[in-house]
C-alpha cells in the first residue's frame, strides 16, 4: 500500500492506535464483524482528519467501505452525503445497503427512474443526477459535507465520459469528495490532478488482493494451471510446462485423427476420445459446469460476450441433467422469483417466457444481460449473492460494478464484439473480468479459467493475465449543454478557466513537458547545425545569407546559400502542391463518374486481381463514396469504389441484362461472364496517359529560372555543403511538427469549446455584447436537457415542431432521439404507420436535424447523431395501452422481437428525456404533453419496481 499522507504511509501507531485517537472511526469500525486492513484505515483516517482521499484498489478489495465511513461522518455532523454511482444498477445496490445499516428516513434514492426520500441526510444517486444539481444551483447542495464517487472513472464514452470530472471541478471547495477507483497504472498522475483542482487530498493505492487470484486454463476436460507454480516469487511468471505439453500432445492427437478420417465426426459423437486425451469441439456448459462443481469451484461467472450466447448457454443446461440446488433450496428460488415478477399479468408472463427463466433458477443457473427485464436481472443478482444461483452465464456488463461475487470466473474467448468489430481483450479487460472471482470473507483463494482452443495460446493468456492494469485517460469533451452551463454560471473566461482545469487537459499539458525537451534538444542541433553550414560555406566563398526568410535579405528572401535551399525548398513544395492537386481532380472525377455509371455500363478494371472488362450489374447510390456492384470476365462479383481507379472509368460499352440477374450462384455468375466476353467489347491498348501537371505552370516556372540563375547554382567542391543543408531540412521538419504536436495537444478542449460556442451564438441560443456572452431563454432551456441530442431537441421545441401532439404521439417521436437500432441504415418515419402525424413530426424532426448538422460541420463540431425512428411505432402502441407482446413484436430489429430488457431500457431513456422536455418546455403546452406521455409509458413491465 501507498498513501501520499506521511503521517499514514506506515501506520506506525498501529491500527488499533489509529483508530482509538479518532472517535468516529472508532464508532464506525465498533459495528463491523471484521477488521479493517491497512488502505481502509488509512483512507477512513484521512478522512476524518478532514482530507479528501481518492483511494485506488482491485476489485473485491473492500473500497466501499472508505465511502460508507463518509456517510457514517455526515450523519455524525448533522451534515449531508452525496453518494454517487456511474449507473443506476449500481446506485439501486448501493441505496439496498445503507438502508439496511441506516434505516429508511435516513437513506434517499435519486436516478432517472426513482425519487425516493430525496431530502434524505444520505441520498444515492447517479453521478448525472449531481451534475444536474450543481449546475441548476440545487438547494439540496446547502450543507452536504460530503461527496463519494464510486467507481469514479468508470464511464469513458464520449457524452457520458466528462461528467464525473465536471462534477469534481464544480463542486464546492468545502466538500469533501471520496473517489473510488479500481486499481490504475496511473493513478498518482490521477491524484496530482484532483489534488491540483480539489486541493488537500490524500492518494492511497493498494494492489494488494485481499482473496489471492489463481489463473487456469481448461482443455478438454482438464482444468491446468496457467503458471507454474514452482516460478521463483518476485520473478516473472512462466506458462506451466504441463500445460503447454499437454495441448501439443492433444493437437498431435487431432492432427492424426483428420488426417485419418477420424475424430467427433467420425462416428465418436461430439467429444472423441483417444489415449485419454479429449479431442475436437470444447466441452459443452454443462459439461464445464458440472467439471467445476465437481472441482468445488462453483458459484461461477462464465462470460460469454453476446446476448445469445448466454441465452443458448442457458437452453444447453436447461435441456441437460444439470440441477445444482437440493429441493428445499428450489423452493427459496421460487419465493424470491414471486417477490420480483409477481406483479407482471399472466399475458406478460407467458411473453417473458418466466416459466422457463424460472426453471434454470430453481436448478441454480441463470443468464445475465442487458437485453433481459431488469426485474429478471436483480432476482439473479439477489440468488446468487445468497448462493441460490450457483452458475451464471453473463456478459461483461456484469463485471462493471455489480455487487455478484464468485469463486471461479469463466472465460470462453478472449475476444468480444465492441459494436462495429470483434476485437481482443485488454488487458485491463482481462483483469476487471477475472477480478469478480474470489469472495472476501467466504473463499481463501478466487480462481481465473480460460477455456481453451486451437487458436489460443497460453502465451497470449499469460501476457494479459500478468499484465498490470490500464492507465486512466480522459474523454472530457466540451458539449452543448455543457458550454451553456459554463457560461451561465461563470461566464466565457470562468468556462475556458475551468476546462483548463480539467484531467484532460491536465493529462495533454504533462505529455507535453517530455515533448518540451525534445524541442529544446532539436533546437541545440539546429543551432549547430547552422554554425557548421555557415563555416563551410564561408570555406568556400559563399555568402551563408540570413537563416530568416524575411524579403530583407534578398529580393525574394532567396539570397545566400541559404535562401538558395529555400528556393529549392519551394520547388518542391509547388510540385507536391501540384501534385496533389491533380490527384484530387482526378479523385473527383472518377467519383463522378462511378455515380454515373448505369446499370449494363461495360468499364475496364486495371487494378486489384480481377483485371479486364466488367459490367455494372448494380448503379452506385452513394454520392459520396460511390461503390457500382460489378461483375467481371473471370465470373468475379464484387462492388469497386474509387480506390480501385487510377483514372475515371470509361464507358467501353453496354450490356442488355435480364430484368433479374443471378450473381448469387456460380453457375449465374460463370453464364453472365461469358455473356460479357461474348459481347465483342474489348480492353483499350495501353494505360491512359497521365496528365503532367508541372508541365504549364507559370509559378514553378518562374521559381526553376531563379534556381538556375543564383549564384550558389554551380558551386563546385559543395556536396558536404549540400548534405550539411539537407540534414539541416530534416531537423528544421522535426522542430517544427514538434512544435506543432505541442500546439495542437494543449489548444484541443479551448478549440473544440470555442467552436461549440460558436454554433451556440449562431443559433442564437447565446448573445455577444463586446467580450461577454448572455445566455438567451432558448439557451436556458438547453441548459436543462441532458442528452446526446440536446440541441436538436430544442432546436424542435424552438420550431414548434412537437405542437400540437398526443401523448402517445409526443413519446414516439422523442423516442428518435434517444433510440440507435442495431441495423447499419437510418430508421425513417415509414417505419411508422397509420399515424399521419407521428410521420409527419418525425420528418420535420429529421429536416431539423440536416440543418443542424449544416450548422455543426460549417464550423467543425461533431455532427449531432442523426435521429432513428426504430423504436418509435413501438414507443406509440405502449403509450396507447396496447399489449406487450404486440409491442415487441414491432420493435424487433431483423424479424426477431425486441428483448424486453432492451424495449425496457430504450422506455426509461424516453421517460427520462420527457421529464427534462417538461422543464425545458415549462409553461407551453408541450411541457403538459411531455408529463402526460411519461405517465403513459410508465405502465406494466416498464414501471415495475426495480431493486
Not at 468480444?416 to 483463494?445: C, M, S, W, Y
Not at 512544435?739 to 443559433?763: I, K, N
Not at 417538461?918 to 409509458?937: K, Y
Request: charged share 25%; net charge neutral; hydrophobic share 40%.
Amino acid at each position: 500500500m501507498t498513501s501520499s499522507d506521511p503521517d499514514l504511509d506506515d501506520l506506525g501507531a498501529g491500527p488499533s492506535a489509529l483508530v482509538a485517537s479518532r472517535p468516529r472511526l472508532l464508532e464506525f469500525t465498533d459495528r463491523l464483524d471484521f477488521g479493517l486492513d491497512p488502505f481502509q484505515l488509512a483512507a477512513c483516517s484521512a478522512l476524518e482528519d478532514g482530507h479528501g482521499v481518492l483511494v485506488c484498489a482491485p476489485t473485491g478489495a473492500g473500497k466501499t467501505i472508505v465511502g460508507e465511513f463518509a456517510v457514517h461522518l455526515a450523519l455524525a455532523a448533522g451534515s449531508k452525503c452525496f453518494y454517487t454511482t456511474p449507473i443506476k444498477a449500481l446506485s439501486n445496490q448501493k441505496y439496498a445497503d445503507l438502508v439496511a445499516v441506516h434505516g429508511h428516513d435516513a437513506v434517499g434514492l435519486l436516478t432517472g427512474d426513482s425519487s425516493i426520500n430525496p431530502h434524505a441526510p444520505v441520498v444515492v444517486m447517479t453521478t448525472e443526477v449531481v451534475r444536474n444539481m450543481i449546475y441548476a444551483n440545487s438547494p439540496a447542495l446547502q450543507g452536504l459535507s460530503h461527496v463519494v464517487m464510486d467507481e469514479v472513472h468508470f464511464l469513458a464514452d464520449r457524452f457520458r465520459g466528462a461528467v464525473w470530472e465536471e462534477v469534481i471541478l464544480h463542486l464546492d471547495p468545502g466538500v469533501k469528495v471520496v473517489s473510488l477507483s479500481a486499481t490504475v497504472s496511473n493513478a498518482e498522475e490521477f491524484g496530482d490532478w484532483i489534488k491540483t483542482v480539489r486541493g488537500d487530498t490524500t492518494v492511497v493505492v493498494d494492489e494488494h488482493r485481499p482473496v489471492p487470484l489463481w489463473q487456469h486454463m481448461m482443455v478438454g476436460n482438464r482444468i491446468l494451471d496457467l503458471f507454474d507454480r514452482r516460478s521463483r516469487p518476485g520473478a516473472k511468471p512462466e506458462v506451466n510446462p504441463e500445460l503447454t505439453r499437454y495441448i501439443k500432445q492433444r493437437e498431435m492427437v487431432d492432427d492424426h485423427d483428420r488426417v485419418h478420417g477420424r475424430g467427433p465426426r467420425a462416428g465418436r459423437g461430439r467429444h472423441g476420445t483417444r489415449g485419454g486425451v479429449r479431442t475436437g469441439a470444447v466441452v459443452s456448459r454443462p459439461d464445464l459446469i458440472a467439471r467445476l462443481d465437481r472441482e468445488g469451484l462453483l458459484p461461477a461467472i462464465t462470460f460469454v460476450f453476446s446476448r445469445a450466447g448466454c441465452d443458448a448457454a442457458l437452453d444447453q443446461c436447461l435441456r441437460s441433467g444439470l440441477n445444482l440446488l437440493r429441493p428445499d433450496e428450489a423452493g427459496e428460488v421460487e419465493a424470491v422469483v414471486e417477490k420480483h415478477v409477481g406483479e407482471l399479468s399472466d399475458a406478460d408472463r407467458e411473453v417473458l417466457r418466466v416459466d422457463r427463466w424460472a426453471s434454470a433458477l430453481a436448478r441454480g443457473f441463470a443468464a445475465h444481460h442487458a437485453g433481459m427485464l431488469p426485474a429478471f436481472r436483480h432476482a439473479v443478482e439477489e440468488l446468487f449473492v445468497r448462493g441460490l444461483v450457483r452458475a451464471v452465464f453473463a456478459t461483461e456488463t456484469l463485471a462493471l460494478g455489480i455487487n455478484m461475487p464468485a469463486r471461479s470466473v469463466v472465460l470462453e474467448r478472449l475476444v468480444k464484439f465492441n459494436g462495429e468489430a470483434h476485437v481482443d481483450l485488454t488487458p485491463g479487460e482481462f483483469t476487471q473480468l477475472t477480478g469478480r472471482a474470489g469472495r472476501r470473507g467466504i473463499d481463501v483463494e478466487g480462481h481465473a479459467v480460460v477455456v481453451w482452443s486451437p487458436e489460443l495460446d497460453p502465451g497470449r493468456v499469460a501476457g494479459l493475465a500478468g499484465a498490470r492494469t490500464f492507465p486512466l485517460r480522459s474523454s472530457f469533451a466540451p458539449e452543448y449543454n455543457m458550454a451553456i452551463n459554463l457560461i451561465d454560471r461563470v461566464g466565457f473566461d470562468g468556462a475556458k478557466n475551468l476546462l483548463e482545469r480539467s484531467f484532460a487537459q491536465f493529462q495533454a499539458d504533462r505529455s507535453v513537458v517530455g515533448q518540451h525537451r525534445r524541442i529544446d534538444a532539436t533546437r541545440a542541433t539546429l543551432r549547430t547545425v547552422d554554425a557548421e553550414l555557415t563555416g563551410r560555406a564561408g570555406s568556400l566563398g559563399i555568402d551563408a545569407g540570413d537563416l530568416d526568410p524575411d524579403p530583407a535579405s534578398g529580393p525574394d528572401g532567396y539570397a545566400g546559400f541559404f535562401g538558395y535551399m529555400r528556393l529549392r525548398q519551394s520547388i518542391r513544395a509547388r510540385e507536391r502542391d501540384l501534385k496533389f492537386r491533380t490527384r484530387m481532380d482526378r479523385q473527383d472525377s472518377v467519383v463522378d463518374d462511378l455515380f454515373g455509371l448505369k446499370r449494363g455500363h461495360v468499364i475496364a478494371l486495371r487494378g486489384g486481381r480481377h483485371r479486364g472488362l466488367a459490367v455494372v450489374v448494380e448503379q452506385a447510390s452513394d454520392r459520396r463514396d460511390p461503390r457500382p456492384l460489378v461483375l467481371c470476365e473471370d465470373a468475379w462479383c464484387g462492388r469497386v469504389g474509387a480506390r480501385d481507379f487510377v483514372n475515371p472509368p470509361e464507358v467501353l460499352g453496354d450490356m442488355r441484362l435480364g430484368e433479374q440477374v443471378d450473381r448469387r450462384t456460380g453457375k449465374g455468375r460463370r453464364d453472365l461472364a461469358s455473356s460479357l466476353r461474348n459481347t465483342g467489347i474489348e480492353m483499350p491498348r495501353g494505360r491512359p496517359a497521365k496528365r503532367a501537371p508541372a508541365a504549364d505552370d507559370g509559378q514553378l516556372a518562374d521559381l526553376r529560372a531563379r534556381l538556375r540563375a543564383h549564384p550558389a547554382h554551380d558551386i563546385s567542391g559543395s556536396d558536404e555543403l549540400f548534405r550539411l543543408a539537407e540534414r539541416r531540412a530534416r531537423v528544421q521538419r522535426d522542430l517544427d511538427g514538434l512544435v506543432e504536436g505541442v500546439r495542437t495537444r494543449t489548444s484541443t478542449l479551448s478549440v473544440t469549446f470555442d467552436r461549440v460556442v460558436a454554433v451556440l451564438e449562431h443559433l442564437g441560443y447565446l448573445v455577444r455584447d463586446g467580450e461577454s456572452l448572455t445566455v438567451t431563454a432558448s439557451g436556458a432551456a438547453l441548459a436543462r436537457v441532458y442528452s446526446e441530442s440536446d440541441l436538436l431537441i430544442c432546436e424542435c421545441l424552438r420550431g414548434g415542431i412537437w405542437e400540437g401532439l398526443t401523448a402517445p404521439q409526443l413519446a414516439a417521436v422523442v423516442s428518435s432521439t434517444v433510440y440507435e437500432s442495431r441495423r447499419d441504415a437510418y430508421a425513417g418515419a415509414d417505419l411508422v404507420t397509420g399515424d399521419d402525424a407521428v410521420r409527419d413530426a418525425l420528418t420535420a424532426t429529421h429536416r431539423a436535424w440536416r440543418a443542424l448538422s449544416v450548422v455543426e460541420e460549417r464550423h467543425h463540431v461533431t455532427v449531432t447523431r442523426e435521429p432513428d425512428a426504430g423504436f418509435a411505432l413501438a414507443t406509440h402502441l405502449w403509450a396507447s395501452g396496447r399489449p406487450l407482446a404486440e409491442v415487441l413484436a414491432v420493435a424487433g430489429d431483423r424479424g426477431r422481437p425486441l428483448p424486453a430488457g432492451d424495449f425496457v431500457r430504450w422506455s426509461r431513456q424516453v421517460i427520462d428525456l420527457l421529464e427534462q422536455i417538461r422543464i425545458a418546455a415549462a409553461g407551453t403546452p408541450v411541457a403538459a404533453t411531455a408529463r402526460a406521455a411519461a405517465r403513459a409509458v410508465t405502465r406494466g413491465v416498464v414501471a415495475v419496481e426495480i431493486g
